[in-house]
């Protein structure tokens, strides 16, 4: 056993008296144990408690676990792999990703790429489109939205075809693959899919997917035409940036603006893009 010298002692026992004083303290609340998870994460990883009483659905689908609980302050929410996609208070994630009342989608063709949930689909159709081609890969997210989230979806889910839709339940790059063959353009491409990832760089394989939809998405665009997204929170500046990023590197050579909404089961801002050709 090592003796200091008193000196020293004495220095040491100041340095921790000092260090060790409460100059400011606060009690964090208990975490809620139980049988319903009430525990999600922000885009940068934030613990976020919400009010959720209910699971009202749940199935692992082939593709990912699908869940619809009940939150007090945010109705039905749509949970996909633990996290928080969509909820029925969240019509302004919609509205955003949309530009509602920035766009005009009358007469205008449209292909959304994911979007599963149906909200971004009834919300177009009301916007008087030519038609609107929904590329959807899970059957069992359209199925759990249609029966508990109809005040985000409406009825745009309980048939495949109407009068100016379609819903096709298949691989979107598969099918995406097949209108660059035929030649197929829209005035609208909507990539409501896999949010952009935390990395250091972007690489692996979200990424890559993200690279291939950018690609074929422009390949489907008509001249004027539009490639709109969600990203990240804005509290996630970094993947927003190599987004951008990946943006500059796209060929033909594409412009693009950024918007932002606060979402209420994000409890966040989130991040939305505008792409389009440069001139």
Same mark, same amino acid.
């Given at each position: ?20 004083? #409460?100059?400011? #303290?606060?009690?964090?609340?208990? /975490? !809620? ?13 934030? /613990? ?12 692992? #689908?082939?593709? *990912? ?5 009940? @939150?007090? &302050? ?17 019509? /302004? ?6 530009? %509602? ?49 109809? @005040? ?15 819903? /096709? ?14 030649? %197929? !353009?829209?005035?609208? =491409? ?12 972007? *690489?692996?394989? =979200?990424?890559?997917?993200? %690279? ?6 422009? !390949? ?14 804005? &509290? ?8 951008? @990023? ?31 050709? !440069?001139?």
């Amino acid at each position: 056993m090592c003796t200091l010298p008193p000196q020293l002692s004495g220095n040491l026992q100041e340095v921790l008296s000092d260090k060790l004083q #409460s100059k400011k #303290s606060h009690r964090l609340p208990a /975490i !809620k144990r139980g049988t319903v998870d009430r525990y999600f994460i922000t885009s940068d990883e934030r /613990i976020l408690e919400y009010d959720i009483d209910e699971v009202l659905f749940e199935e692992k #689908s082939p593709y *990912q676990k699908v869940q619809i609980v009940h @939150s007090k &302050s945010f109705g039905n929410l749509l949970l996909l792999d633990d996290l928080q996609n969509l909820s029925e208070r969240d019509l /302004i994630y919609t509205e955003t990703l949309m530009q %509602r009342g920035k766009e005009d989608y009358r007469d205008k063709e449209i292909v959304i790429l994911g979007g599963g949930d149906g909200a971004l689909l009834w919300e177009l159709l009301k916007e008087q489109p030519k038609f609107v081609t929904m590329l959807e890969l899970d059957k069992v997210v359209m199925d759990a939205c249609k029966k508990y989230m109809r @005040s985000a979806c409406g009825d745009c889910l309980d048939n495949y075809n109407g009068s100016n839709y379609e819903i /096709i339940v298949d691989d979107c790059v598969k099918v995406l693959n097949n209108y660059i063959k035929e030649g %197929r !353009k829209f005035d609208y =491409v909507f990539g409501d899919l896999t949010d952009v990832p935390i990395s250091p760089t972007p *690489q692996g394989e =979200v990424w890559d997917f993200i %690279r291939l939809i950018l690609n074929n998405s422009l !390949k489907v665009l008509k001249p004027d035409g539009k490639y709109m997204t969600h990203a990240n929170g804005a &509290s996630s500046p970094t993947s927003l940036e190599m987004l951008e @990023s990946e943006f500059s590197k796209l060929q033909p050579s594409v412009t693009f603006t950024q918007d932002s909404a606060f979402v209420p089961s994000f409890m966040e801002d989130w991040v939305f893009y505008q792409v389009s050709f !440069k001139k």
